[in-house]
């Protein structure tokens, strides 16, 4: 590697935050209505489940999402209006797995309703993650919703709070689970069927694909080890995400949304490589689960079906 390669790399990995960049803002027309309501109230952590919940009640159940449009929802904590809505509210769905970090506090506020986990029964996978204190923490993989499988179970797991919450509408909920989950099935299949005779390595910009690469036949590479958007990048880093994409022939170097795409272009650059997206879902944009899923296999296509 000459001067020019190694001061590029040693220049990025000091100067660019990997962070990822919010876009803050709020709804102000999401609010609870809750006075004599009698659909289900319900809060959504983050957008997946958000979407998850609306194919699901449809209007049978009052639905916001309490992560605000462009914020990441790793980082996100809640206010004092966020508390006083999920007061408000007859069930929390969350992704767990520590996701919501802010969930546990919930206890202290005494809240009255169903928090909802929709990684029960999910086979988690673990992490090791090395922090700022320079310790080892063991955690688990929270990405399931990346995983069509795993969602499909999220999606149930929906079903059923709501059918318990509301039992007299429990066939409405069973059977719009039961027809979404045949769309996510579809999904699943094209996805096996449009990858399976491609190569097996890509490089994410975080570790937020492991579920999406074991149930593919895939396996990730990453430019950030860690399973959230905050990590160290050193120039030894950014130097063996180069060696191994060379090695490897990959000529793709996936980005995020909400997140500097400098890294990941002076790495495509040095292999002579592009840069695509390769959406985590975890920010509400444009597009829906389904459509957003399709756009990270169409550009999975471009980098490993060539």
């Known amino acids: 590697m000459n001067i020019q390669v190694k001061a590029a790399i040693i220049a990025i990995a000091i100067v660019i935050p990997l962070s990822s960049v919010a876009v803050y803002g709020t709804d102000s027309n999401q609010q609870i209505a809750i006075n004599d309501n009698p659909k289900l109230q319900v809060i959504s952590s983050f957008y997946p489940l958000h979407e998850f919940a609306q194919h699901v009640g449809e209007d049978a159940v009052d639905t916001i999402l ?11 904590e809640p206010t004092i209006k966020d508390v006083q809505r999920m007061q408000q509210s007859n ?46 923490h063991d955690d688990g993989d929270p990405h399931i919703w990346l995983n069509p499988v795993y969602a499909k179970i999220q999606v149930q797991n929906i079903a059923t709070a709501f059918s318990n919450s ?3 509408n429990k066939q409405f909920y069973q059977s719009n689970a039961a027809k ?22 890509f490089v994410s910009f975080h570790d937020a694909f492991s579920y999406f690469a074991d149930e593919y036949d895939l ?20 130097e063996n995400v180069i060696t191994t994409s060379k090695n490897l022939n990959i000529n793709v170097i996936f980005s995020e949304e909400n997140t500097d795409t400098r890294t990941s272009k002076t790495i495509a650059n040095e292999i002579g490589g592009k840069v695509l997206l390769l959406s985590t879902l975890e920010v509400a944009s444009d597009g829906n689960y389904i459509s957003k899923m399709t756009n990270n296999l169409e550009n999975l296509k471009v980098a490993l079906c060539q």
């Open 66 to 76: 309490l992560v605000p449009v462009g914020v990441e929802p790793h980082d996100w």
């Open 91 to 136: 069930l929390i769905i969350i992704n767990g797995i520590g996701f919501e970090n802010w969930v546990d506090r919930l206890d202290e506020t005494n809240y009255q309703g169903v928090v909802v986990d929709t990684s029960n029964g999910i086979p988690i996978k673990s992490s090791i993650e090395e922090h700022e204190e320079k310790h080892l």
């Open 166 to 168: 509301d039992p007299e």
């Open 180 to 201: 979404y989950i045949k769309e996510l099935d579809s999904l699943d299949s094209k996805i096996q069927n449009e990858l399976s005779d491609c190569t097996h390595d």
């Open 219 to 238: 396996n990730q590479h990453t430019i950030i080890s860690s399973n959230g958007l905050h990590g160290d990048t050193t120039a030894k880093t950014l």
